[in-house]
Protein backbone atom coordinates (compact mmCIF):
# COMPACT_ATOMS: atom_id res chain seq x y z
CA UNK A 1 0.00 0.00 0.00
CA UNK A 2 1.28 3.22 -1.05
CA UNK A 3 1.36 5.89 1.70
CA UNK A 4 1.65 9.60 1.18
CA UNK A 5 2.39 12.50 3.59
CA UNK A 6 2.47 15.97 2.60
CA UNK A 7 4.63 18.76 4.45
CA UNK A 8 5.19 22.49 4.05
CA UNK A 9 2.09 23.45 5.21
CA UNK A 10 2.41 27.05 6.61
CA UNK A 11 0.72 30.71 7.41
CA UNK A 12 1.90 32.92 4.63
CA UNK A 13 0.86 36.75 3.75
CA UNK A 14 -1.01 37.06 0.82
CA UNK A 15 1.60 37.98 -2.41
CA UNK A 16 3.58 34.93 -0.71
CA UNK A 17 5.18 31.78 -2.17
CA UNK A 18 4.80 28.28 -0.50
CA UNK A 19 6.47 25.07 -1.96
CA UNK A 20 4.22 21.93 -0.57
CA UNK A 21 5.63 18.60 -0.69
CA UNK A 22 4.50 14.99 -1.13
CA UNK A 23 6.50 11.98 0.06
CA UNK A 24 5.97 8.32 -0.85
CA UNK A 25 6.87 5.06 1.20
CA UNK A 26 7.33 2.97 -1.48
CA UNK A 27 9.83 2.46 -4.48
CA UNK A 28 7.27 1.76 -7.27
CA UNK A 29 5.86 5.68 -6.24
CA UNK A 30 7.34 6.31 -10.15
CA UNK A 31 4.39 3.49 -11.50
CA UNK A 32 1.85 6.38 -10.13
CA UNK A 33 0.48 9.70 -11.34
CA UNK A 34 0.15 12.35 -8.52
CA UNK A 35 -1.82 14.57 -7.92
CA UNK A 36 -2.60 17.82 -5.74
CA UNK A 37 -6.00 18.54 -4.89
CA UNK A 38 -7.21 21.56 -2.16
CA UNK A 39 -10.78 21.81 0.03
CA UNK A 40 -11.13 25.23 1.02
CA UNK A 41 -13.49 25.11 4.26
CA UNK A 42 -17.29 24.90 3.19
CA UNK A 43 -16.32 23.81 -0.68
CA UNK A 44 -15.90 20.61 -2.13
CA UNK A 45 -12.32 18.97 -3.08
CA UNK A 46 -10.75 20.29 -6.08
CA UNK A 47 -7.66 19.59 -8.25
CA UNK A 48 -5.05 22.04 -8.88
CA UNK A 49 -2.41 19.57 -10.67
CA UNK A 50 -1.22 16.39 -11.42
CA UNK A 51 1.62 14.94 -12.82
CA UNK A 52 1.80 11.92 -14.75
CA UNK A 53 4.61 8.76 -14.58
CA UNK A 54 6.97 10.26 -17.56
CA UNK A 55 6.68 13.73 -15.32
CA UNK A 56 4.66 15.88 -18.00
CA UNK A 57 1.80 17.89 -15.60
CA UNK A 58 -0.91 19.10 -15.46
CA UNK A 59 -2.46 22.46 -14.33
CA UNK A 60 -6.30 22.72 -13.59
CA UNK A 61 -6.18 25.24 -10.62
CA UNK A 62 -4.08 28.26 -11.75
CA UNK A 63 -1.11 27.54 -14.41
CA UNK A 64 0.02 31.02 -14.07
CA UNK A 65 0.52 30.44 -10.36
CA UNK A 66 1.73 26.54 -9.52
CA UNK A 67 3.93 24.76 -10.87
CA UNK A 68 3.94 20.66 -9.89
CA UNK A 69 7.27 18.58 -10.52
CA UNK A 70 8.20 15.39 -9.46
CA UNK A 71 11.86 13.66 -8.18
CA UNK A 72 11.52 10.21 -8.58
CA UNK A 73 14.81 9.33 -6.93
CA UNK A 74 13.54 10.88 -3.92
CA UNK A 75 9.68 9.59 -4.00
CA UNK A 76 8.37 12.85 -3.89
CA UNK A 77 6.05 15.68 -5.94
CA UNK A 78 6.48 19.34 -5.39
CA UNK A 79 3.67 22.21 -5.26
CA UNK A 80 5.20 25.30 -6.13
CA UNK A 81 2.74 27.86 -5.37
CA UNK A 82 3.00 31.89 -5.98
CA UNK A 83 1.25 35.11 -5.57
CA UNK A 84 -0.79 33.16 -2.96
CA UNK A 85 -4.20 35.08 -1.99
CA UNK A 86 -6.43 34.63 1.14
CA UNK A 87 -8.65 32.24 -1.37
CA UNK A 88 -5.85 29.48 -1.46
CA UNK A 89 -6.54 28.99 2.38
CA UNK A 90 -7.48 25.54 2.12
CA UNK A 91 -6.23 21.91 3.52
CA UNK A 92 -4.22 20.40 0.19
CA UNK A 93 -3.96 16.79 -0.26
CA UNK A 94 -1.65 14.78 -2.38
CA UNK A 95 -3.39 11.52 -4.15
CA UNK A 96 -1.70 8.73 -6.03
CA UNK A 97 -3.37 7.09 -8.99
CA UNK A 98 -2.25 4.10 -11.09
CA UNK A 99 -1.36 4.01 -14.57
CA UNK A 100 0.38 6.60 -16.89
CA UNK A 101 -2.48 9.44 -17.67
CA UNK A 102 -3.35 12.16 -14.88
CA UNK A 103 -6.74 12.99 -14.22
CA UNK A 104 -8.52 15.49 -12.26
CA UNK A 105 -11.57 13.38 -11.16
CA UNK A 106 -10.54 12.80 -7.02
CA UNK A 107 -12.33 8.66 -7.55
CA UNK A 108 -9.69 7.99 -10.32
CA UNK A 109 -7.12 8.50 -6.94
CA UNK A 110 -6.11 5.41 -5.00
CA UNK A 111 -4.54 6.42 -2.27
CA UNK A 112 -4.91 10.34 -0.63
CA UNK A 113 -2.61 11.55 1.83
CA UNK A 114 -3.81 13.03 5.50
CA UNK A 115 -3.75 16.69 4.18
CA UNK A 116 -2.05 19.89 5.05
CA UNK A 117 -3.13 23.42 5.87
CA UNK A 118 -2.11 26.58 3.99
CA UNK A 119 -3.19 30.00 5.35
CA UNK A 120 -3.13 32.86 3.58
CA UNK A 121 -3.56 35.42 5.51
CA UNK A 122 -2.56 38.89 7.15
Known amino acids: QLQLVESGGDLVQPGGSLTLSCAAS????????IGWFRQAPGKEREAISC??????STIYADPIRFTISRDNAKNAVYLQMNSLRPEDTAVYYC?????????????????WGQGIQVTVSS
Open 51 to 56: VSTSGH
Open 26 to 33: QFSFKSYS
Open 95 to 111: AAKGGIWCGSAQNDYDY
